[in-house]
């Protein structure tokens, strides 16, 4: 059963950068499109970006400037980069998985929450 | 502003049916992108409970079932149980000129009576 496990600060400061990782288990990275996903507090999902283990990105046009996705099969791990950080990037952060052939999210991790604040 | 719109809530008493839309338009469920349903119990990660429209995965009730026509899509649940409190969310793509982009509706809280 694949497994997926967010991880990073709990905490960041206004204006600084933003580093996840997500460490998949139970199977491969490959032939995947591997996804970010936030939910902040009270509010609804918002897709952030994906990633193709072979290379193709596709990022929120709205965070596409501050949002660089990545993924290291060595490591069976995703990660994500959000730049110049605020309050409003207070949320819980999922990765997520899509089949090649669906567009749909079959498996989540748990999430992490980030808190922006000084 | 969500590209797909929900009602923010629907109720109903246990074993009711209650539905659930998803409004989209013509860049979006009207282009002939699929509807996919995600249901959130509190606390925990969103899960999916319908996919391309009206398939469930394994292990997902069939008293959820969705549908699809022109840009809207629907869940259905029907003998609402108190175990589907929760949010639930819709999800397909979007077409811009920027390219195909995943978006959500804002959800609907189903409440229990």
């Known amino acids: 059963q694949v497994q997926l496990q967010e991880s990073g600060p709990g905490l960041v400061k206004p204006s600084e950068t933003l580093s996840l990782t997500c460490s998949v288990s139970?199977?491969?990275?490959?032939?995947?499109?591997w996804n970010w996903i936030r939910q902040s507090p009270g509010k609804g999902l918002e897709w952030i970006a994906y990633?193709?283990?072979?290379?193709?990105?596709n990022y929120n046009p709205s965070l596409k400037s501050r949002v660089t996705i990545s993924v290291d099969p060595s490591k069976n791990q995703v990660s994500l980069t959000l730049r110049s950080v605020t309050a409003a990037d207070t949320a819980v952060y999922y990765c997520?998985?899509?089949?090649?052939?669906?567009?749909?999210?079959?498996?989540w991790g748990q999430g992490t929450l980030v808190t922006v604040s000084s | 502003q969500s590209v797909l719109t929900q009602p923010p809530s629907v109720s109903g008493a246990p074993g009711q049916r209650v539905t659930i839309s998803c409004s989209g338009s013509s860049s979006n469920l009207g282009a002939g992108y699929d509807a996919h349903w995600y249901q959130q119990l509190p606390g925990t990660a969103p899960k999916l409970l319908i996919y391309?429209?009206?398939k469930r995965p394994s292990g997902v009730p069939d008293r959820f079932s969705g549908s699809k026509s022109g840009t809207s899509a629907s869940l259905a649940i029907t003998g609402l149980q108190a175990e589907d409190e929760a949010d639930y969310y819709c999800?397909?793509?979007?077409?811009?000129?920027?390219?195909?982009?995943?978006?959500f509706g804002g959800g609907t809280k189903v409440t229990v009576l």
């Open positions: 999800q397909s793509f979007d077409s811009t000129l920027s390219g195909s982009h995943v978006v």
């Open positions: 391309a429209n009206s």
């Open positions: 990633m193709y283990y072979s290379g193709t990105t």
């Open positions: 997520a998985r899509r089949a090649a052939a669906g567009r749909n999210f079959d498996h």
């Open positions: 139970g199977g491969s990275i490959s032939s995947y499109y």
